[in-house]
Every structure is written in C-alpha cells, then in structure tokens.
C-alpha cells in the first residue's frame, strides 16, 4: 500500500518532479515560468528571464539545467554581443510548490 502525497506539502519533503512539460517554440512565451531546459542536441541556448533580460547557456546532448526562463529566442543581444540559440529538440519543464498547482 502507497502513502499518498499531502498536496498542501511543498515538494521539499518528497524530492524534486515536473509538475508540466512541454516542447518549446522558439520566441513564443512559456505563459509560466520555466524551472528546466533540456535540449536534444548540443548547442547554446538564449533566453528570456521573468524580468526580461536575455541570458545564454550551452547544453550538451541531452543535458538539463535549472533556470527561470519565460521564453527561448531565437537570437538575443547578451551584454552587447549577438547570441543564437543552436540547440534543438528543446523542452522546458516546471517545478510547482504543490502537487495542485
């Protein structure tokens, strides 16, 4: 017999899970913020944080990495200097505070 998960609990007592997943379309917005890129090939990776600024990332194949990304654009100007988003197949991923959200 399983125990069932308290959904009021935050998930620190229960590990870290993906509460939503989905492909992205590169400079379309998430609608949410994203906690988790993957991306399918290696490449670098430009995007949108929740206060707008452009950041960038390399990934390797099949590489994930923690974030708080809104959107992936194609290409982006990072701290004067122009950056293109490489990789492919990517997903984005959130991590809610409980399982309702």
Do not use: H
């Amino acid at each position: 017999m399983s125990k069932k998960l308290d959904p009021t609990t935050p998930n620190n007592d229960r590990g870290l899970y993906f509460g939503k997943s989905r492909r992205v379309i590169l400079d379309t917005p998430f609608q949410e913020t994203a906690s988790w890129i993957k991306a399918g090939t290696a490449g670098d990776v430009v995007w949108r944080n929740e206060v707008g600024e452009l950041q960038i990332w390399n990934l390797e194949a099949g590489e994930t990495f923690p974030c708080n990304a809104v959107e992936i654009v194609t290409n982006g100007t990072v701290d004067g200097t122009l950056e293109t988003t490489g990789a492919t197949s990517l997903l984005w991923a959130t991590t809610p505070q409980d399982l309702k959200n």
